[in-house]
């Protein structure tokens, strides 16, 4: 048997400290969620996503009662910008919440489509983690390619 370790790295940052580039992201974010439709969870989140050529799309989770056909914040967005936008990469994303399994693979997705790094911020109250890349969050996705 052969005994393997894995380490992810993150950055915790102080909101407070956050570039103007990464407090726009965040905030755009929050306000996606105030606009989240979350009747069953009573849990909205948002997401704001920046693109290569600095535009800024958001997204936020759309439950529905018939479950699981909801869709969270990260994938409404992402499909948004591959549907309409599928030349241009994703830089960063900013999300209101950790991200489910089904996002993360997503945005692995996203990254091994594009053959450059996402990086996420999650925010939190008074800090935002930040990840180089969604490897960090599911370092053992599943490898489409």
Known sequence: ???????????????????????TLVARALEAAQDAYAPFSKFGVGAAVLLDDGQIFTGN?????????????ERSVIAYIHANYPLLKIRTIAITASPCGICRQVLLESEKRAGSPIR??????????????????????FDSF
Not at 61 to 73: D, L, M, R, V
Not at 125 to 138: G, I, P
Request: aromatic share 6%; charged share 20%.
């Open 1 to 23: 048997m052969n005994r393997h370790s894995l380490t992810i790295h993150y950055s915790e940052i102080p909101q407070k400290l956050l570039t103007p580039a990464d407090a």
């Open 61 to 73: 989770n759309q439950e529905n009662a018939a479950f699981p056909a909801g869709i969270c914040a």
């Open 120 to 141: 996420v911020l999650l925010i939190n109250k008074e800090v935002v983690l930040e990840f180089k890349s969604v490897k960090d969050l599911l370092p053992f996705g």
